[in-house]
């Protein structure tokens, strides 16, 4: 895997980092304000764009700094719902895909937290191909900034849910969530934010103490170990019980309620039994289910669960009083699964 570096990438740095960069080199600090606000307020396309800049130190910035852009591929837009997926390039040449979805409440973004994704979950297309290395903070904030540019319109939801594995992108992700909040740039509450994990225990106690108001949604998938371990290969590494006292540890220390993500693998995780050890596992805590009927990958043979048996998973959890919706399928028309449109893409290069 390579490994790219922070430190020139004028995007990804703090107001604060940029200030001191500028100061280095030869500048005045203010012009770090007026460049942090062109960056990420005003969604600038390049330094270009920064007229209160003399040509000068646009030249200098041009030298010193990339500036991150990427180049959209490809655009599929749904006839159905209008949610568009779109495909990006990176400066390396690499792909990945972010989802536009409409909603009555607003825009939200799906993004990717990384190129690939080397945890195995055995339903995920993300997955088959491995990693091929982390997103830069620039890389996943400019995912949302290239498709507030394309569509003209605000975004206020965001769900970091796309390929990758956030909590194994620790520092990059927690880089990113503070600057796509910040209210001197998109300002997009935290509490409009979900960051979707398999389970990386260390690292969902590390998020739970950064003092953040975001949403953590954890892939559950299966109510005992043993089935744990066959969907995902990271249950081999904690157990059920670890994952669960993380989720309860961050809604101690955050007061946010967990999301649980159960995908219902027909014959697999969906029976009557299945949903009462849920029930059991998770009672008592403050967490919201989120089922999502398994989106059938052609490397794999597993089948979505009918929507009778869907409907009674949901009513059982219900009935014992804990919240469940079963996601909405946005975008059918233009679908595969999360990860397939860039499979796609690369597989047609080869
Ligand atoms: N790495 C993060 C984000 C992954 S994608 C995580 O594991 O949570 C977001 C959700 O979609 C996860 O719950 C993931 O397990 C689920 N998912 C991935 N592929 C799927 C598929 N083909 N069908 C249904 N759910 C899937």
Redesign the pocket.
Known sequence: MTEQKNTMDIKSMTLEELQSHLVALGEKAFRAKQIYQWMHEKLAAGYEDMSNLSKDLRDKLQKENTFMKLNIVQVQESAIDGTRKYLFELPDGNVVESVWMKYHHGNSVCISSQVG?R?G?R???STLDGLERNLLPSEMLEQIYSIIRHTGERVSNIVV??T???MDNYDNLIRFLRLISDDKGQNISQRNITV???GIVPNMRRLAEEKLQITL?L?L?ATTDEKRKQLMPIANKYSLKEVIDACKFYFEKTGRRITF?Y?LVAGVNDTKEDANELVDLIRGMNCHVNL?P??P?KERDYKQSNKEQIGQFKARIEKSGISATVRREMGRDIDG??GQLRRKHINKQC
């Open positions: 994704c945890m979950c339903f995920c297309a849910m796309g990758g594995e956030p979707s994990t398999c949604a892939s998938h993500e995908s999502i398994v989106n990958i699964a999360c």
